[in-house]
């Protein structure tokens, strides 16, 4: 299992701030794929990835346990 | 040294020599929004020695709620940000020398203003204009503190050239303008706790204590809980054109500046005057006043409103157009006023 956090607009898109899945041995291209199909989100491929708090590229292999948070840049100030 | 600070010089982190060394900084402050009024004050009653401030826009009622520097009386008058904030943090410490430029920040307009400063701090609103910090930070050698908020939510990283990933290396594809413009809103305590992310940080670098940086990028919730402090060091790219070995400051060159952009969430559109202009704003308003617009000004603009159309002119030639998100038409209530 995997746990995937979202942030910012992410999680009212999402309509929670965090999901589980069953997952393992995939990489991020393939989580970012899962999500944008079940949520029908198609504005992932400009999100910040990180995995157990590390900035992970789309190749990361995930495993059992990880922590993988979505954190989409915001603009305002 | 008076009083005035004796608290901070108490904190072990800082002391006598630290608050000396901070006297002698110069911070460049890209932004007088609501992240660049609470990174001013901050600042400013630290005791920071000299302090510049770059903002384009002028203080309107809807600001009020979260740009702390600002009042009532700033409203009224359409003061600029930048020349608002000056009055009011001169008021704050005297010690402090506050610049103001009520320009756009720009590759062009922010260049000369770089070389002399010991730290840049990011209250922007868009991407575009920090890409331009972050190549003039390692251009010049010079850190920068990224700082973004919106909702409940808010991020901060420290860039030091030569040592962290750079904000190029870690946005893998850069957000574009319009995409993530801002409808949700926002609440004070965003703004608060991203200064406070961005503020401890400078007051670190200001006072020498760079062994103290926090070194992960922070991403944090307020209204939920939710918090990450994400560490960065994979993320560095060799070949990346602002921070990497063959580096050539791709947000520098001059192809890559937009003459006209849609501010976000505003309804608001800048246009900008091929070249800069010094106008005559006296003689512009009267000749707004003939073509019987109603109009107000002070010594940075000019704004003048008929019916829907609404129109604020800077000295320096540029205008914010309100009530459109249409460049062509903002385009074309320029020209028929400019000429």
Same mark, same amino acid.
Request: glycine residues 8%.
């Given at each position: 299992?995997?746990?995937?956090?979202?942030? /910012?607009?992410?999680?009212?898109?999402?309509?929670? @701030?965090?999901?589980?899945? @069953?997952? %393992?041995?995939?990489?991020?291209?393939?989580?970012?794929?899962?999500?944008?199909?079940?949520?029908?989100?198609?504005?992932?491929?400009?999100?910040?990835?990180?995995? *157990?708090? =590390?900035?992970?590229?789309?190749?990361?292999?995930?495993?059992?346990?990880?922590?993988?948070?979505?954190?989409?840049?915001?603009?305002?100030? | 040294?008076?009083?005035? +600070?004796?608290?901070?010089?108490?904190?072990?982190?800082?002391?006598?020599?630290?608050?000396?060394?901070?006297? @002698?900084?110069?911070?460049?402050?890209? %932004?007088?929004?609501?992240?660049?009024?609470?990174?001013?004050?901050?600042?400013?009653?630290? %005791?920071?020695?000299?302090?510049?401030?770059?903002?384009?826009? +002028?203080?309107? =009622?809807?600001?009020?709620?979260?740009?702390?520097?600002?009042?009532?009386?700033?409203?009224?008058?359409?003061?600029?940000?930048?020349?608002?904030?000056?009055?009011?943090?001169?008021?704050?410490?005297?010690?402090? =020398?506050?610049?103001?430029?009520?320009?756009?920040?720009? /590759?062009?307009?922010?260049?000369?203003?770089?070389?002399?400063?010991?730290?840049?701090?990011?209250?922007?609103? *868009?991407?575009?204009?920090?890409?331009?910090?972050?190549?003039?930070?390692?251009? +010049? *050698?010079?850190?920068?503190?990224?700082?973004?908020?919106?909702?409940?939510?808010?991020?901060?990283?420290?860039?030091?050239?030569?040592?962290?990933?750079?904000? *190029?290396?870690?946005?893998?594809?850069?957000?574009?303008?319009?995409?993530?413009?801002?409808? &949700?809103?926002?609440?004070?305590?965003?703004?608060?706790?991203?200064?406070?992310?961005?503020?401890?940080?400078?007051?670190?670098?200001?006072?020498?204590?760079?062994?103290?940086?926090?070194?992960?990028?922070?991403?944090?919730?307020?209204?939920?809980?939710?918090?990450?402090?994400?560490?960065?060091?994979?993320?560095?790219?060799?070949?990346?054109?602002?921070?990497?070995?063959?580096?050539?400051?791709?947000?520098?060159?001059?192809?890559?500046?937009?003459?006209?952009?849609?501010?976000?969430?505003?309804?608001?559109?800048?246009?900008?005057?091929?070249?800069?202009?010094?106008?005559?704003? =006296?003689?512009?308003?009267?000749?707004?006043?003939?073509?019987?617009?109603?109009?107000? /000004?002070?010594?940075?603009?000019?704004?003048?409103?008929?019916?829907?159309?609404?129109?604020?002119?800077?000295?320096?030639?540029?205008?914010?157009?309100?009530?459109?998100?249409?460049?062509?038409?903002?385009? &074309?209530?320029?020209?028929?006023?400019?000429?």
């Amino acid at each position: 299992m995997i746990k995937v956090l979202f942030f /910012a607009h992410l999680k009212d898109v999402i309509g929670s @701030e965090s999901v589980t899945l @069953e997952m %393992g041995g995939e990489n991020i291209i393939s989580l970012k794929k899962r999500i944008s199909d079940q949520y029908r989100i198609d504005s992932l491929h400009t999100v910040m990835v990180a995995v *157990n708090e =590390e900035f992970a590229d789309d190749s990361t292999i995930l495993s059992d346990g990880d922590i993988v948070a979505f954190i989409p840049p915001v603009s305002g100030g | 040294m008076s009083e005035r +600070y004796s608290r901070q010089i108490l904190f072990s982190g800082i002391g006598e020599k630290g608050q000396h060394t901070l006297g @002698e900084k110069h911070v460049l402050l890209i %932004g007088a929004g609501a992240l660049g009024s609470a990174n001013a004050e901050l600042l400013v009653r630290a %005791g920071v020695g000299k302090l510049t401030i770059v903002d384009r826009d +002028y203080v309107e =009622e809807s600001n009020l709620q979260r740009q702390q520097l600002y009042t009532e009386k700033d409203v009224e008058q359409k003061l600029p940000k930048a020349a608002a904030a000056k009055k009011h943090l001169e008021e704050i410490n005297s010690d402090t =020398e506050v610049k103001v430029h009520v320009i756009d920040a720009t /590759a062009q307009s922010l260049q000369p203003l770089v070389p002399d400063v010991d730290l840049i701090m990011d209250a922007t609103d *868009n991407f575009e204009t920090r890409l331009i910090l972050n190549d003039l930070s390692h251009k +010049y *050698n010079i850190p920068w503190i990224f700082g973004a908020c919106v909702g409940s939510f808010g991020m901060s990283y420290t860039i030091i050239p030569g040592k962290t990933p750079c904000l *190029n290396c870690l946005l893998r594809t850069i957000p574009l303008q319009g995409m993530t413009c801002e409808t &949700s809103g926002i609440i004070g305590p965003a703004v608060q706790m991203t200064v406070a992310y961005q503020s401890a940080e400078a007051l670190k670098i200001l006072t020498e204590n760079r062994g103290a940086l926090r070194e992960t990028f922070v991403s944090f919730d307020l209204w939920s809980g939710q918090f990450q402090s994400i560490k960065t060091g994979r993320s560095k790219k060799e070949d990346c054109l602002t921070c990497g070995t063959a580096a050539s400051y791709p947000f520098l060159q001059p192809e890559n500046s937009t003459k006209t952009a849609v501010l976000c969430g505003r309804e608001t559109v800048q246009v900008r005057p091929p070249n800069p202009v010094d106008l005559e704003l =006296e003689r512009l308003g009267r000749d707004f006043s003939a073509m019987g617009y109603e109009v107000k /000004a002070n010594p940075y603009l000019v704004s003048a409103q008929k019916d829907a159309e609404r129109i604020v002119v800077f000295k320096d030639g540029r205008a914010l157009v309100h009530g459109t998100k249409d460049i062509v038409h903002a385009k &074309s209530v320029y020209q028929r006023l400019m000429g």
